[in-house]
């Protein structure tokens, strides 16, 4: 095996086994909620405990990518988080399990803010798919969690989860430490002037604006999506509520593997992200049954398009620069991803969990508010022609 499918094997693996971590959260917060005794407000921390190391390690690691021994950072990424996960598998406190995912959300977000700079470089001409596909790659991985949680469960407690999720990591240790890393000479630094310059360029503000509403949708509701069906379904029907939402993900993103380069990115994402607002209003209108399968299935159907679609579009802005721009809708995403479902925790306490996820269709009318607006000011539905900022 070369260097270039032996680091895209890596980078696959390790979003499939990062998208599972995720979504295991999710599934098993009841049962932290119980073990660990703690209300809904303190539940909600568990999304912003995975998500704050993440976010400071995607953001550093992506801004000065070309400055950073990358492969050095890719095998620790790999090496640290399943370590991370075990730490939280035998947590013996609610501070302690915090603390754990904190480590591990650090060791992926170190990983994760450079493995699409690689496969930038590595598929300079077919950048668009690449970005696709690997949001593919994850839609598997997630979706194949909840399901996999309950198998779990049917046999062992929750700590078991973290353990099988650690080993889904250990191919791509293997692989980053085997494997020379390609050349990334053509990987540029910036300035933090000249990267004042690139934040502000219409295509990165918009796409970094529609990357926090993104990340609200999806944090919000991979977080709360079973704990909200558990008032009314058993464990592994919650659970199979999850899984089709996210099983959406998998037609969602493969779609957008084939539309990407064909349809411009704005047209796109106002054509597919509409459905999400009805679908999301009918989801948690109370109904339950196959009217609530299908509105979830719905909606992971269009939100599945934000992440890939914008990322894609951001980077195609300015391909130079592909650490930097990852970094900053990265950080934009996971801001999206802590900070909602930390609110939504808050105020479930308070009003109950079914009236606050209606707000989720409120956020997705904003997502497309921006994308619209975006559309506008850079009069353009393509990735404005790229302009090179100074380099350092």
């Known amino acids: 095996m070369d260097r270039s499918r032996a680091w895209t094997l890596a980078v696959f693996v390790f979003i499939f086994g990062d998208a599972a971590a995720m979504q295991a959260r999710g599934p098993i ?63 013996p406190s609610y501070p302690v399990f915090l603390l754990a995912l904190v480590v591990q959300g650090t060791a992926a977000g170190a990983f994760r803010g450079l ?4 496969l930038s470089h590595v598929y300079p001409d077919a950048r668009g798919r690449m970005f696709a596909a690997y949001t593919l790659v994850w839609a598997f991985g997630a979706v ?62 918009g796409a970094c604006l529609g990357m926090v509403f993104v990340g609200a949708l999806e944090g919000t509701l991979f977080t709360w999506l ?30 957008c593997t084939v539309a990407v380069d064909r349809v411009p990115s704005l047209s796109l994402l106002l054509v597919v992200f509409v459905p999400a607002v009805p679908a999301l209003a009918v989801a948690f209108s109370g109904v339950t049954g196959p009217v609530l399968f299908t509105a979830v299935f719905a909606a992971g159907l269009a939100i599945s398009s934000g992440f890939p679609v914008l990322s894609g579009y951001a980077v195609e802005a300015a391909p130079a620069y592909s650490g930097p721009v990852n970094a900053v809708t990265n950080g934009a995403t996971y801001v999206g991803l802590a900070t909602a479902p930390a609110v939504v925790g808050v105020f479930a306490a308070t009003y109950g969990i079914g009236r606050v996820l209606v707000s989720t269709a409120g956020v997705a009318l904003l997502f497309l508010i921006t994308i619209a607006g975006l559309w506008l000011w850079t009069g353009t539905a393509d990735a404005p022609t790229p302009r090179r900022p100074a380099e350092s």
């Open 115 to 118: 493995d699409r700079v690689v």
């Open 144 to 205: 194949l969690t909840p399901q996999l949680v309950s198998v779990v469960f049917s046999v062992a407690d929750w700590r078991a989860v973290f353990l099988v999720l650690a080993v889904c990591f250990l191919p791509a240790l293997a692989l980053a430490g085997r494997y020379e890393l390609p050349s990334m000479a053509a990987e540029r630094s910036v300035s933090l002037d000249a990267l004042r310059t690139l934040c502000r360029r219409p295509a990165v503000v």
């Open 226 to 255: 079973v704990y909200y069906a558990r008032s009314f379904y058993p464990t592994a029907l919650a659970n199979s509520l999850l899984s089709a939402y996210l099983l959406a993900y998998i037609p969602g993103r493969l779609g």
């Open 29 to 91: 917060l009841s049962r932290i909620g119980e073990v660990f005794d703690v209300s809904e407000a303190a539940l909600g921390l568990v999304a912003p405990a995975g998500t704050v190391g993440f976010l400071g390690a995607v953001v550093v690691t992506g801004l000065f990518a070309g400055r950073l021994p990358m492969r050095r950072l890719l095998a620790a990424g790999t090496l640290v988080t399943p370590l991370a996960l075990v730490f939280a598998a035998f947590a």
